[in-house]
T-cell receptor
């Protein structure tokens, strides 16, 4: 089946630093990737939709200047948390839509746990 | 805007029982609906995917139904086991996937 990887799986950083998270579709092409965030004991929340070659679309309440998304190829999207603060500590999950899938299925990465000290 | 509601929010049942998790969504113009499982601190595991044209899907002890017109889906788990303990998420998909808050399931040995 289709596989989506995320790197790193876990990151701890100091407040004020920037952290980049990669999302890759390993065996399929994805014109669209999605980034989700999950705070402890809460549901997944869509942050933004990432389209290859164009600007990401952010959900209401998500700061685009803080969460920079780049989708430079059909297999890679990156999320950069700029000037991270403790309140950004969360579980970040990406998903990728398989453009060749007859079922328009999204496949999810394993997630990245970010801890900001 | 799609809104997804899952009931109950939490459920504890003895091992061996059959159980039903409910999901309702406000916008019926969906491509498909997925049920996911999430273990604490882990990513998502897709359990079942129901296309908008389908009524149900089965995988092992799991059966998911979809009534698109009424905006409802159910996940049926037969003969529950302690290993089934997890959070179950319902996720209808139009242009995006929107998640419900999930049902935290605890199967008592």
């Amino acid at each position: 089946g289709a596989v989506v990887s995320q790197h790193p799986s876990r990151v701890i950083c100091k407040s004020g630093t920037s952290v980049k998270i990669e999302c890759r579709s390993l065996d399929f092409q994805a014109t669209t990737m999605f980034w989700y965030r999950q705070f402890p004991k809460q549901s997944l929340m869509l942050m933004a939709t990432s389209n290859e070659g164009s600007k990401a679309t952010y959900e209401q309440g998500v700061e685009k200047d803080k969460f920079l998304i780049n989708h430079a190829s059909l297999t890679l999207s990156t999320l950069t948390v700029t000037s991270a603060h403790p309140e950004d500590s969360s579980f970040y999950i990406c998903s990728a839509r398989d453009i060749d899938s007859a079922t328009d299925t999204q496949y999810f990465g394993p997630g990245t746990r970010l801890t900001v000290l | 805007k799609q809104e997804v509601t899952q009931i109950p929010a939490a459920l504890s049942v003895p091992e061996g029982e059959n159980l039903v998790l409910n999901c309702s969504f406000t916008d019926s113009a969906i491509y498909n609906l997925q049920w996911f499982r999430q273990d604490p601190g882990k990513g998502l595991t897709s359990l079942l995917l129901i296309q908008s044209s389908q009524r149900e899907q089965t995988s092992g002890r799991l059966n998911a139904s979809l009534d698109k017109s009424s905006g409802r889906s159910t996940l049926y788990i037969a003969a529950s086991q302690p290993g089934d303990s997890a959070t179950y998420l319902c996720a209808p998909q139009d242009d995006k996937i929107i998640f419900g808050k999930g049902t935290r399931l605890h199967i008592l040995p």
